[in-house]
């Protein structure tokens, strides 16, 4: 009988422990899901709110201005990058050239020493290709092609540090409008320096065409001129952003 009175007793516990189980089970899972979306709810109003507030503030002169910078900087980048490519190709043909030629032309006489006919025309190819390697050289030297591509390296990395820095002030210049008016005032002085440095006052119309549709394709801005989003495939005949 004790026994029997143990086994209700404890049975009577289980089940109290179990019914106060499920209510407090689901009242934590309740509480579990409603604190994540009182969250994100608070969130997303916070964002939206700060969004209609930047929509109604108009863009003041420096973040226009940064815009316009971030373009042709990130252009002129796309524009360094095209040439340093041109050049170095070139620069590594002349060098392997003065490395092969040499090379070559000695096994060819080597390989001749017995056929006496192809001696002319040997020491033919051997003049036409040692100068075609003068002239190569000669011209390397004179437009001092290994100082342009280090220029250029210069220039794409500086372009690239500028282009960030203006990025940054035009989309984020109404957090903080006295460090960025200051941060924009310091970029624009070594981006005027960087302009005279790159020569962009000497571009010509089709290199001007490129950087603003390369920058403008990279941040999504639509041409003044046209009106639209520049098309890096098919760039189309406009007078500002076509090819």
């Given amino acids: 009988m004790e026994k029997q009175e143990m086994n209700n007793r404890t049975e009577a516990c289980n089940i109290a422990l179990l019914a106060l189980t499920i209510p407090l089970s689901?009242?934590?899972?309740a509480l579990a899901k409603a604190k994540p979306k009182i969250n994100i709810v608070n969130i997303t109003e916070s964002k939206t709110t700060d969004n209609i507030d930047d929509m109604d503030k108009p863009k003041s002169s420096e973040q226009i201005e940064s815009e316009s910078r971030a373009v042709y900087c990130f252009g002129t980048v796309r524009l360094l990058e095209k040439r340093r490519r041109k050049y170095r190709?070139?620069?590594?043909?002349t060098k392997y050239m003065g490395f092969f030629i040499p090379i070559s032309l000695y096994l060819f006489f080597m390989s001749s020493e017995g056929c006496s006919s192809l001696m002319p025309t040997l020491k033919l190819i051997t003049g036409i290709l040692s100068g075609g390697l003068l002239l190569m050289s000669l011209w390397a030297l004179i437009a001092e092609w290994d100082a342009k591509i280090e220029n250029y390296t210069d220039s794409i990395s500086n372009n690239m540090q500028y282009y960030k820095i203006f990025n940054e002030i035009a989309e984020?210049?109404?957090?903080?409008?006295?460090?960025?008016?200051?941060?924009?005032?310091e970029t624009i002085l070594l981006d005027d320096v960087q302009r005279k440095q790159d020569g962009r006052g000497d571009f010509s119309p089709k290199d001007h065409r490129f950087i603003t549709r390369h920058g403008s394709y990279h941040l999504q801005f639509k041409c003044v001129e046209c009106n639209k989003i520049p098309n890096i495939k098919d760039p189309g005949t406009c007078k500002n952003c076509g090819k």
């Fill in 26 to 29: 689901l009242i934590a899972l």
């Fill in 89 to 93: 190709l070139v620069n590594k043909i």
């Fill in 172 to 185: 984020r210049y109404n957090e903080n409008p006295t460090e960025y008016a200051a941060k924009f005032k």
